[in-house]
């Protein structure tokens, strides 16, 4: 069983339909949770990190919230530049410094 | 201006070949390592250092060594390459191992037939 997973794996908006990603984990303690955008043939870029439940963090159109379980990376009125795969990865208290990434959500805004 | 870079960004080479995949970083950061990323797999840590001459392994480090002399500086190292080691490579680098961003590098594309 995925120890992160997120939901959905693709996700098709229009320009200004806002809309949310999941991002669930399983881990027993969590230590922090990273938000990372990627684009096509490059290397993850950092967005977030949020290491408490009912934590939130914002960045121009995108906000992200952490709660027990999950995180969601919402999305506000999106543009086009927008468009990416959103990676989101957890780092477990305890011990062990390897983060675990999920799949991604590959969201493309049409114009 | 601060960055990851990685060399090279494309190889193509066959089974049993050694080769290094150079990882330079110059923010002075403390932690680096070594990703690989594979369709449906997601990001998959390989090698971690948390400063000069101090590494231990991730997840996946089977068939892969690294080293750390110098604190700029993390190389990859096959010594006997496979084909399931077909991947993209990242090499990221941050001030931390908990709490702070990392920083990846721009990847490298290894195909072994």
């Known amino acids: 069983e995925d120890q992160v997973t997120q939901s959905p794996e693709a996700l098709r908006l229009q320009e200004g339909e806002s809309s949310s990603l999941n991002c669930s984990y399983t881990?027993?303690?969590?230590?922090?949770l990273f938000w990372y955008r990627q684009d096509p043939g490059k290397g993850p870029e950092f967005l977030f990190t949020?290491?408490?439940a009912g934590e939130e963090k914002e960045k121009e159109r995108l906000k992200a919230t952490l709660t027990k379980k999950e995180s969601f990376l919402h999305i506000t009125a999106p543009k086009p530049e927008d468009s990416a795969t959103y990676l989101c990865?957890?780092?477990?208290?305890?011990?062990?410094?390897?983060?675990?990434f999920g799949r991604g959500t590959s969201l493309i805004v049409h114009p | 201006e601060a960055q990851v870079t990685q060399n090279p960004r494309y190889l193509i080479t066959v089974t049993g070949k050694k080769l290094t995949v150079t990882c330079s970083q110059n923010?002075?950061?403390?932690?680096m390592s070594w990703y690989r990323q594979d369709p449906g797999l997601g990001l998959r840590q390989i090698y971690y250092?948390?400063?000069?001459?101090?590494?231990d392994k991730g997840d996946v480090p089977e068939g892969y060594k690294v080293s750390r002399k110098e604190k700029r500086n993390f190389p990859l190292i096959l010594e006997s390459p496979s084909p399931n080691q077909t991947s993209l490579y990242f090499c990221?680098?941050?001030?931390?191992?908990?709490?702070?961003?990392?920083?990846f590098g721009p990847g490298t594309r290894l195909t072994v037939t």
């Open positions: 923010m002075n950061h403390e932690y």
């Open positions: 250092s948390m400063n000069v001459e101090v590494t």
């Open positions: 990865a957890v780092q477990e208290s305890g011990g062990s410094y390897i983060p675990t």
């Open positions: 949020l290491y408490s």
């Open positions: 990221a680098s941050s001030t931390g191992t908990g709490f702070y961003e990392q920083y």
């Open positions: 881990v027993s303690g969590l230590r922090g």
